[in-house]
């Protein structure tokens, strides 16, 4: 059965006027302006988010669930990523947060950094395998996934079959709270607290999963301020947290790679520079390294665009915060029988987007390429996207694909009404003679 | 066989700063053709060591891609200078790249050998004084 597409990222028609920025800055070209505005393109989005960072109109929204919405549940558990407390300038200890996630009336809270030192140690069991493909890719970002899944298939292969932190994080919080309350599945319900939208299409649209664990995410930015008073409150008393500063530090670029893959890994941040190393990968020039770990953010989960502090504030709080924090790896903290007792390993295979193809049929696609080079000559190159195309090449594409017509061009246009009213004005001196 | 889609990309003496350029567009062609996997990748190899090769040892040349219902080609033609000795040039570590090739990290003497171990068919002829021809063939098995 096909499954319907999903996307957190949706347009706000009101709200758009039709210009080019979203466009331009599309890493997927995943929008067309059409008809006064814009139109996102199921197969080629990949919930990055950089649309909605880049629309000074306010157009492009991710879509999360309402902080009410646990009240559907009879026991709600949050699940804080770590990047949350970045929010918090100052903040010395998770702890503050965890305890303001009760008080605004989650009967538990799980850390998902805490996930993360779980899913760090099954990495790192994964690792000890032989013959990996090299480098091993993290799955912990669902933009990056989606973004190889749609333009670097053949790359499905190297990413890492151990599920998200959320996920690992959501399925030990439910089990571990229906063991100890005593109380059904079906009255607990798990709530992810997301810094991106990449995250809630992720539990929408699972990616290696059958079923998320997770049912609902509700986004920083609107619980930041319902948390603010409560953490204030009780910033002046520290006490214990769960989790280890690796897997706190996950929610900056390089957290990952350090607590995984020390030795011999590489973490890249922003989704054009991810997108540029894995053009590498692809072409087998990064062979030697062991692990990769991409963001579609800058910075890390810390530069989310449903974050309220900006990530270079909330990356220096995280690390001012991780360095008061004990020194224990997962590789010490997290015990192997918890390896054992929950699921780590996907239980779905995450398969290729193609939305680069022309045609399903290879002689086909290349008569499509043959004349989509054609029109390319005729066009002016200038990129401008007034067609509402991003660039000239995927105005081509579109051409060839049956979206629009050579004439929606305007430069062109221009040049051609500029003969036809040459040729109109010649045509009347001719009848006047 | 019939010949079902061709391009020529023109690559320029020592232009280290559009190196890459030919080689990138020939994958996003080939992907959005529909060619992919293990074949993609290793035209995608071959191509950037042959480019990279127009623009550190040859005079200027061309690199033309042709598809054919089963087989990829790449061809790289140049006008000189031509290489004197081509079983010497084939081994592995044998390099005449200049010393502005190597500050920027090129000149391993791995380029040709790259090329024929990625090719399913590798073919050079070299005149001294007159170019280097290069054909490469990459066999689409199901593809």
């Known amino acids: 059965m096909e499954v319907r597409p999903y996307h957190s990222v949706r347009l706000a028609k009101d709200l758009c006027k039709g210009c080019t920025n979203c466009l331009k800055h599309c890493p997927t070209e995943a929008i067309r302006v059409r008809g006064g505005r814009a139109h996102i393109l199921d197969t080629h989005c990949i919930d990055c988010g950089e649309c909605i960072r880049v629309c000074e109109n306010h157009a492009k929204v991710a879509v999360t669930d309402p902080?009410?919405?646990?009240?559907?549940?009879?026991?709600?558990?949050?699940?804080?990523?770590?990047?949350?407390?970045?929010?918090?300038?100052?903040?010395?200890?998770?702890?503050?947060?965890?305890?303001?996630?009760?008080?605004?009336?989650?009967?538990?809270?799980?850390?998902?950094?805490?996930?993360?030192?779980?899913?760090?140690?099954?990495?790192?069991?994964?690792?000890?395998?032989?013959?990996?493909?090299?480098?091993?890719?993290?799955?912990?970002?669902?933009?990056?996934?989606?973004?190889?899944?749609?333009?670097?298939?053949?790359?499905?292969?190297?990413?890492?079959?151990?599920?998200?932190?959320?996920?690992?994080?959501?399925?030990?919080?439910?089990?571990?709270?229906?063991?100890?309350?005593n109380c059904s599945p079906e009255e607990v319900g798990c709530f992810f607290i997301t810094p991106c939208p990449a995250k809630?299409?992720?539990?929408?649209?699972?990616?290696?999963?059958?079923?998320s664990d997770v049912d609902g995410a509700i986004s920083i930015l609107e619980i930041y301020g319902q948390l603010l008073p409560f953490v204030e409150k009780m910033m002046n008393d520290p006490s214990y947290c769960p989790a280890t500063k690796y897997g706190v530090a996950w929610s900056t670029s390089d957290g990952e790679a350090n607590a995984v893959c020390p030795e011999n890994s590489l973490s890249v941040d922003g989704i054009n520079n991810v997108i540029r190393v894995l053009e590498e990968v692809e072409n087998y020039k990064l062979t030697d390294l062991t692990y990769f770990e991409g963001n579609a953010c800058l910075g890390g989960c810390v530069g989310g665009p449903l974050t309220f502090e900006n990530n270079y504030v909330a990356k220096n709080t995280i690390r001012q915060m991780v360095k008061q924090m004990p020194d224990i790896h997962p590789d010490r903290d997290v015990p192997t029988s918890i390896l054992n007792k929950y699921p780590m390993k996907n239980d779905a295979e995450i398969l290729p987007r193609d939305a680069i193809k022309l045609d399903d049929n290879m002689a086909e696609a290349m008569k499509k390429m043959n004349r989509m080079n054609e029109i390319i000559e005729r066009l002016p190159g200038y990129d401008c996207g007034s067609c509402g195309s991003p660039t000239c090449r995927s105005f081509a594409e579109d051409i060839v694909r049956g979206y629009c017509t050579e004439m929606d061009c305007i430069h062109n246009m221009r040049d051609k009404l500029k003969v036809m009213a040459q040729q109109m004005l010649e045509l009347a001196q001719s009848e006047r003679t | 066989m019939e010949l079902m889609f061709t391009e020529s990309y023109h690559v320029a003496r020592a232009d280290y700063t559009s190196a890459g350029h030919a080689s990138a567009s020939i994958k996003r062609q080939l992907k959005q053709i529909g060619v992919g996997g293990d074949v993609l990748r290793r035209v995608a190899?071959?191509?950037?060591?042959?480019?990279?090769?127009?623009?550190?040892?040859?005079?200027?040349?061309?690199?033309?891609?042709?598809?054919?219902?089963?087989?990829?080609?790449?061809?790289?033609?140049?006008?000189?200078?031509?290489?004197?000795?081509?079983?010497?040039?084939?081994?592995?570590?044998?390099?005449?790249?200049?010393?502005?090739?190597?500050?920027?990290?090129?000149?391993?003497?791995?380029?040709?050998?790259?090329?024929?171990?990625?090719?399913?068919?590798?073919?050079?002829?070299?005149?001294?004084?007159?170019?280097?021809?290069?054909?490469?063939?990459?066999h689409l098995r199901g593809n």
């Open chain 1, 67 to 181: 902080l009410s919405m646990i009240k559907e549940f009879k026991y709600a558990i949050a699940l804080p990523a770590p990047t949350l407390y970045g929010q918090f300038r100052g903040l010395q200890n998770p702890e503050y947060v965890i305890e303001a996630l009760r008080c605004v009336g989650f009967a538990d809270v799980y850390e998902v950094a805490r996930g993360a030192d779980v899913v760090t140690r099954a990495i790192r069991e994964k690792l000890k395998q032989p013959d990996l493909p090299k480098p091993l890719i993290s799955s912990a970002c669902p933009a990056v996934v989606r973004l190889i899944q749609v333009r670097f298939p053949d790359l499905l292969d190297n990413v890492v079959d151990i599920r998200q932190p959320m996920e690992v994080a959501a399925h030990i919080a439910k089990a571990e709270f229906i063991k100890k309350n």
């Open chain 1, 200 to 211: 809630m299409t992720a539990i929408r649209r699972p990616l290696g999963q059958k079923k």
């Open chain 2, 45 to 138: 190899v071959a191509s950037y060591e042959v480019e990279l090769n127009l623009v550190i040892h040859s005079l200027g040349g061309d690199l033309t891609l042709n598809v054919y219902p089963d087989c990829v080609e790449l061809i790289s033609s140049d006008t000189g200078p031509g290489i004197p000795d081509l079983k010497l040039a084939m081994k592995e570590g044998y390099s005449t790249a200049n010393e502005m090739a190597r500050s920027l990290g090129f000149g391993a003497g791995m380029g040709l050998p790259n090329m024929k171990r990625n090719a399913d068919e590798f073919d050079i002829k070299s005149t001294v004084g007159v170019g280097t021809t290069i054909t490469m063939g990459f």
